[in-house]
């Protein structure tokens, strides 16, 4: 959103309106039914409405003041009943509201009160009879009477309501809806730069609560340069008058370094109470003067661009400072700061960059005067657009510089914007930046140069120790608006990612071997290439489009011993390295091509991602040393790795050793891992040897796919309740130990094509029992050729079975067994050597779906259960489906 700078005064350009509704109407018919509806509805969305609230008719004398709020209201809402013109008092306010109507300065909407409008033009029924009245008792002053007249007929012949016709509330809402359109965009007129501020204003009018009789303070809460201030002085504007005082306090974090807190406390209270000769001495004594003379008063109050609790506890403290009805605005970077200060997260508005369309319509007004650009400029105007991503404040500077500029002019600078943002966007967003703590600014520059759109749980794994947890500095980034968490993945706008970056490339201009993060490929190069490195550099990511072969310098990292994060991707060093630091904690390196340097030991390592590698494990691990922040290791796919020897790693969570196709056997060590969720090791081929006991109390997944020389598994002590998923397809096992019944919380327990398998043990039926009491088993594939579910207890749970594939089975005792599968909706035997499909089938109650394409040996189906939906036999070349007669002839069969 953006729109014309402000001043920092309270003052504005003032309005002559006081009150948007004037309401017309005769007591006695409609005070306490319609119009009373209707005045409920204009205040609860904050539309101001005068009504005379005096319940005995007056005589003709009508005061000054309500004729003062005629001339000072935008609208005038005329309601006519049956006995309206009866009342002398009515026809003197609706002479005044025509008299401001043919100004132009007053919008009137009549509703015809169960009354026909007919009657009223034509002055019949009771409007003729009371105008007789008024004729014979005001014959004195008969031209006031027909100017009476003339009135009432002119707003009889306004397009109105009917009541007649329609249900009250529908009217109501229509009336409201229609006045509050029109106030928006009478009042866009005013702020007529402003752009999308039509739904922004309507989301903090509604939270304003407008009208209400509570005391409320609203946070306006979003980065730089977002259009905060021009929100809060739309809306300040709009309502300001509706209130016995007002204060826009601009700038407040900027005012307060220049002059105090004591000078923004008397200027609040100048606004408010029009006095100039205020004084008091400290910001104690000001809280107090604040809370004594405002404390009765209504009051609305803007508190811009606050970054400091203090400043809030002396200019608001409390609600009980302000008299009942009011408002107080706080625009800040800082949500926060907000919280702190007792403003609930819901009375929050959250400002958001501009859409698209309303982009490139702020900037066509800048460049052009346009609300679209000008031929031949269209495209170069929405590369702006997506550049500035929605950010109000870089599209008024680009657009005002960009103006009355030739094509080429366009060109030249969208061609140096990406390294050289415009210095006002820059410094006003550098704000945010200058607030922090170090840590957090040490934060916030590894995610603009390292890790925007990475996994916020992953980041703050590798930058987490012993002794420091980041999760607080990110909160603290998020609530100060300088990156946000979508989906679980930060993300940053591209201005401030580009801030960070420059702040890290103004460490040092010239040598960019002495700044601390170097993300540029030429840059890393011209370092790693002539060895000009330094102990400032905290960090390296070297990423290439296109795969490419560098030498560098042997000794390439031997000065960086302050080195924590390395990231080298598409990248082949043709030479091997004598050093890498041992002050890395992020080592991203896949399809690194030699074995490690000689004596290195990343003693304080969280994360290492090297897929695709000829490292040797051993000359990683050291049983004598501990790799005690160790988190997170992706060593999947090094063919060298043929022994997973004991590993000093106590927090290890994360162990992916995917297609090692060279790994034998695992130390016994690693079945104790205490904190290990994660254990990945598919298709290892030539896997033999597993530790003989699992006491892995944190493991979530096991994955053992495709290990086919794995001939045995572990024994799974009781501690294992945590263990979700044990997935075994196409391993070579050859049993299921006893001890599976220990893994009380598995979900999945897939053995698809496990050709060794034989039998499964009594106890994984005793393990489905307790599944009564939690997770039941999703899907279970127990592909063994001799399975027969001989154990006597029931799989309860379980909707699928698929036996797909078993090429040994001929018949199979489970489908005698019905009772055991009480939920089976689906069983696929298809491509099996079955040769008949028992009656008992017929038994299972909720079975829909029976899978038996091609089944060459099937010859028969016994018996179908009423529940079945479809039967799928394609390739059933034997299949009598007349047998018998009529079986398959109430299913969709699949042929």
């Not at 909160?475 to 890290?504: A, F, N, P, Y």
């Not at 993300?519 to 905290?538: E, M, P």
């Not at 560098?552 to 000065?559: D, P, S, T, V």
């Not at 063919?639 to 969570?653: G, M």
Request: hydrophobic share 40%.
């Amino acid at each position: 959103m953006g729109s014309k700078s402000v001043s920092s005064s309270s003052s504005s350009t003032t309005s002559a309106f006081k009150y948007d509704v004037f309401l017309s109407f005769k007591g006695d018919d409609t005070r306490k039914n319609f119009t009373d509806h209707l005045y409920a509805a204009l205040k609860q969305k904050g539309i101001f409405t005068f009504r005379d609230d005096e319940k005995l008719e007056r005589g003709t004398f009508i005061t000054p003041e309500l004729l003062r709020a005629i001339e000072e209201s935008r609208f005038a809402v005329v309601i006519i009943s049956q006995n309206y013109a009866s009342s002398s008092w009515c026809l003197v306010e609706l002479a005044k509201i025509v008299e401001c109507m043919e100004k132009e300065r007053l919008i009137v909407l009549p509703v015809f009160h169960y009354i026909d409008p007919s009657d009223v033009r034509n002055l019949r029924k009771t409007f003729g009879e009371a105008f007789a009245k008024h004729e014979g008792r005001y014959q004195d002053n008969i031209e006031e009477v027909h100017r009476w007249k003339a009135a009432l007929t002119k707003v009889a012949s306004i397009a109105g309501w009917d009541l007649q016709d329609k249900h009250e509330a529908n009217v109501v809402e229509e009336i409201v809806r229609k006045i509050s359109n029109k106030l928006i965009s009478t009042y866009s007129i005013v702020h007529k730069d402003v752009v999308g501020i039509n739904s922004r204003m309507e989301k903090l009018v509604n939270l304003l609560g407008m009208g209400l009789n509570d005391v409320r303070f609203i946070g306006i809460w979003g980065m730089g340069g977002l259009g905060k201030t021009t929100l809060a002085r739309v809306v300040y504007d709009r309502f300001r008058h509706h209130f016995e005082g007002s204060s826009f306090l601009a700038n407040v974090r900027e005012e307060c370094e220049k002059h105090g807190l004591v000078h923004f406390q008397k200027q609040l209270l100048s606004d408010i109470l029009i006095e100039r000769n205020i004084d008091f001495s400290d910001v104690q004594w000001g809280s107090n003067v604040i809370e004594n003379k405002l404390c009765y008063k209504s009051v609305f109050i803007v508190l811009d661009d606050v970054d400091e609790l203090d400043q809030l506890e002396a200019l608001a403290g409390e609600r009980v400072w302000f008299g009942r009805g009011s408002r107080v605005i706080i625009t800040t970077r800082d949500q926060h700061l907000l919280i702190k200060h007792d403003v609930a997260r819901a009375e929050i508005y959250e400002a958001k960059e501009l859409n698209s369309d309303e982009a490139l319509q702020l900037f066509s007004r800048k460049a052009f005067k346009k609300d679209h650009p000008l031929e031949g400029y269209v495209e170069l105007s929405k590369k702006v657009i997506c550049y500035a991503q929605g950010l109000p404040l870089a599209l008024e500077v680009l657009g005002s510089f960009l103006k009355h500029r030739s094509l080429d002019a366009w060109k030249s600078e969208l061609g140096r914007l990406a390294e050289s943002p415009p210095k006002k966007v820059l410094d006003t967003l550098q704000i945010s930046f200058d607030g922090l703590e170090e840590t957090e600014k040490k934060i916030f520059l590894d995610i603009a140069c390292f890790f925007k759109g990475e996994n916020k749980d992953r980041v703050t794994n590798i930058l987490q120790t012993p002794r420091y947890k980041p999760s607080i500095d990110i909160d603290v980034l998020v609530e100060k608006s300088l990156i946000t968490i979508s989906m679980g993945t930060l993300w940053m706008h591209d201005l401030l990612q580009e801030l960070g970056r420059q702040i890290v490339h103004s460490e040092s201009p010239e040598q960019p071997g002495s700044r601390s993060r170097l993300w540029l490929k030429d840059d890393i190069l011209h370092v790693l290439k002539n060895n000009t490195g330094s102990k400032k550099i905290r960090g390296i990511m070297l990423h290439s489009p296109q795969l490419v072969k560098v030498q560098l310098h042997r000794k390439a990292f031997k000065k960086m011993e302050n080195l924590k994060f390395l990231i080298v991707e598409n990248v082949r060093i043709c030479a091997p390295l004598e050093f890498l630091p041992h002050s890395l904690i992020f080592l991203k390196w896949p399809n690194y091509p030699f074995h490690w340097p000689s004596e290195y030991f990343p003693e304080q390592l969280v994360t290492i991602e090297m897929p695709n590698s000829c490292i040797r494990l051993p000359k990683l691990i050291s049983q004598e040393r501990r790799l005690e922040n160790l988190i997170h290791v992706n060593l999947s796919r090094c063919a060298f790795i043929t022994k997973l020897p004991k590993l000093w790693a106590p927090n290890l969570e994360y162990l992916d050793l995917t297609c090692c196709r060279n790994l034998l056997e695992i130390d016994e060590y690693f079945g104790s891992h205490e904190k290990l969720k994660f254990w990945k090791l598919d298709f290892c081929g030539n896997l033999q040897l597993l530790p003989s006991q699992l006491r892995l109390k944190s493991l979530v997944s096991f994955d053992l796919r495709g290990c086919s020389r794995l001939e045995k598994l572990p024994d799974f002590h009781p501690e294992m309740e945590c263990l979700e998923f044990l997935l075994l397809p196409e391993s070579g096992i050859r049993e299921v130990p006893s001890s599976i019944e220990h893994l009380t919380k598995l979900e999945e327990l897939s053995l698809y094509d496990c050709k060794n398998l034989r039998d499964l043990p009594d106890s994984i039926y005793k393990l489905q029992q307790l599944y009564e009491l939690g997770t039941p088993i999703a899907k279970l594939r127990p592909t063994c050729n001799s399975f027969d579910g001989s154990s006597g207890y029931g799989f309860v749970n379980m909707t699928e079975l698929d036996l797909s594939n078993e090429e040994g089975i001929i018949e199979l005792d489970l489908l005698m067994k019905p009772d055991y599968f009480p939920a089976l909706e689906r069983i696929d035997l298809s491509r099996t050597n079955i040769v008949t499909i028992p009656e008992s089938i017929s038994k299972f109650p909720r079975l829909k779906e029976l899978e038996i394409s091609s089944c060459k040996l099937l010859r028969e189906i016994q018996g179908l259960p009423q529940s079945i939906r479809r039967v799928y036999a394609k390739g059933c070349m034997l299949l009598d489906t007349q047998s018998p007669s009529g079986l398959l002839n109430q299913v969709s069969l699949f042929l």
